[in-house]
């Protein structure tokens, strides 16, 4: 008995249909990847001592965080792609409650950086990582190279993607 071929690996098979279905394919690989991601960032910062933060608070404080430098919400939502900065505005006040962002001011506009908490929960978050993520990921032998290659499709396509959604807006 001869088996038909299943096809890319999808999860909307009318959309694969037309087409370029291997685009089809990389949607639902980031699917699978973005929801993997933030279930994995939420429980180690669990894991580095900050049990009750979202994947978005998340990932505002390790922005606020990086490179030790004070950020205005228009550099958090630009750096993160984010449109919504009700939502990015809310995980900052999160964070601030927490006492892991600490606000600040920069001419009229409100600032925030990582308190010593926040410094230190990301801080602690990285040997999390590095003893149960990059430890793994090491064992797979993979080219770092393609992993940088990977990380410059993804951040290409989403410009189409972003694209694509003001044209869709427009419609």
Same mark, same amino acid.
């Given at each position: 008995?001869? %088996?038909?071929?299943?096809?890319?690996?999808?999860?909307?098979?009318?959309?694969?249909?037309?087409? @370029?279905?291997?685009?089809?394919?990389?949607?639902?690989? /980031?699917?699978?990847?973005?929801?993997?991601? =933030?279930?994995?960032?939420?429980?180690? /910062? $669990?894991?580095?001592? =900050?049990?009750?933060?979202?994947?978005?608070?998340?990932?505002?404080? %390790?922005?606020? %965080?990086?490179?030790?430098?004070?950020?205005?919400?228009?550099?958090?939502?630009?750096?993160?792609?984010?449109?919504?900065?009700?939502?990015?505005?809310?995980?900052?006040?999160?964070?601030?409650?927490?006492?892991?962002?600490?606000?600040?001011?920069?001419?009229?506009?409100?600032?925030?950086? $990582?308190? !010593?908490?926040?410094?230190? !929960?990301?801080?602690?978050?990285?040997?999390?990582?590095? =003893? @149960?993520?990059? =430890?793994?990921?090491?064992?797979?032998?993979?080219?770092?190279?393609?992993?940088?290659? @990977?990380?410059?499709?993804?951040?290409? /396509?989403?410009?189409?993607?972003?694209?694509?959604?003001? $044209? !869709?807006?427009?419609?």
């Amino acid at each position: 008995m001869t %088996h038909k071929p299943l096809g890319p690996v999808v999860s909307a098979s009318h959309l694969a249909d037309g087409p @370029l279905p291997e685009l089809s394919e990389l949607e639902f690989a /980031m699917t699978i990847a973005s929801n993997a991601f =933030q279930r994995w960032s939420v429980r180690a /910062m $669990a894991a580095a001592g =900050q049990p009750d933060l979202s994947p978005l608070e998340v990932q505002v404080l %390790h922005s606020v %965080h990086h490179r030790e430098r004070a950020k205005t919400l228009a550099d958090i939502c630009l750096v993160l792609n984010m449109e919504d900065t009700y939502t990015v505005n809310y995980a900052i006040k999160k964070l601030v409650k927490a006492g892991l962002v600490v606000v600040g001011k920069q001419g009229k506009e409100k600032t925030v950086m $990582a308190s !010593a908490a926040g410094a230190k !929960a990301c801080e602690r978050y990285r040997e999390v990582r590095e =003893q @149960l993520l990059l =430890q793994a990921v090491g064992e797979l032998r993979i080219d770092p190279a393609q992993i940088s290659k @990977l990380s410059g499709l993804l951040r290409l /396509m989403s410009g189409h993607y972003d694209q694509a959604a003001r $044209a !869709a807006a427009a419609v």
